[in-house]
């Protein structure tokens, strides 16, 4: 049992009958819960960005794909950053994992209540908005490309250098598929994206939004 308050305790109660008594013994679990919890935190979220990572994610989308009742209409949205090998090269990874940082920060501003996030690994990054018009998506992702237009890291040398992503996304129920073949389709469109050499979110069948 959950016990609210100033400190946050948990306790665990049990009861033994026999033919003539009953005996109730509470007990503070408090402290294994709250191991338990930062295990399934660790497990599940990135330490970098504290973003979900790819078990995280693919998690979160079980439960949602599993009824499909509160997606309505959603997109998924798949980028990996460009220029971090130079980043990393160049200046070093202290300053590549600052490039890191400030991506997932571009999508944590996002402004929409429902979505979930997540660094897959190394500079790939997913976001699932869910459970609104298609309009409303597409005013997101527009809020995202602006967000990056004007996001960058200061530099060792007195410049800075943008952040700068390249994404495919798509609507469901456009493709009526399950999550991982959602991700295959964005990444042909994040693909696609990146060949082109352009620091933007492209949209599969979709209007195209230009940096």
């Known amino acids: 049992i959950r016990i609210s308050g100033h400190i946050e305790r948990y306790v665990k109660i049990q009861s033994f009958s026999d033919r003539h008594n009953t005996i109730g013994i509470i007990a503070d679990v408090s402290e294994e819960i709250m191991e338990r919890k930062q295990l399934e935190h660790d497990r599940d979220y990135d330490i970098l960005t504290g973003l979900l990572n790819r078990r995280g994610f693919y998690s979160h989308m079980d439960v949602l794909f599993e009824t499909r009742n509160q997606l309505l209409t959603s997109a998924l949205i798949l980028m990996d950053m460009n220029g971090l090998k130079g980043i990393n090269d160049t200046y070093g990874h202290?300053?590549?994992?600052?490039?890191?940082?400030?991506a997932a920060q571009i999508l944590n501003r996002c402004s929409a209540e429902q979505k979930i996030i997540s660094r897959l690994g190394g500079d790939e990054f997913a976001l699932f908005l869910y459970g609104y018009e298609k309009e409303m998506l597409e005013h997101y992702i527009k809020e995202i490309?602006?967000?990056?237009?004007?996001?960058?890291?200061?530099?060792?040398?007195?410049?800075?250098?943008?952040?700068?992503?390249?994404?495919?996304?798509?609507?469901?129920?456009?493709?009526?598929?399950?999550?991982?073949?959602?991700?295959?389709?964005?990444?042909?469109?994040?693909?696609?994206?990146?060949?082109?050499?352009?620091?933007?979110?492209?949209?599969?069948?979709?209007?195209?939004?230009?940096?």
């Not at 202290?94 to 400030?102: E, L």
């Not at 129920?173 to 994206?193: C, E, F, K, N, S």
Request: aromatic share 10%.
């Open 94 to 102: 202290v300053y590549g994992d600052a490039a890191i940082q400030a």
């Open 145 to 211: 490309q602006e967000e990056m237009m004007q996001t960058s890291i200061p530099l060792p040398n007195g410049t800075t250098h943008p952040i700068r992503l390249a994404g495919g996304y798509l609507f469901y129920p456009d493709y009526t598929v399950g999550y991982t073949t959602l991700l295959r389709l964005a990444d042909i469109a994040m693909y696609r994206a990146k060949k082109q050499k352009k620091s933007e979110l492209t949209g599969k069948k979709t209007v195209m939004i230009k940096a």
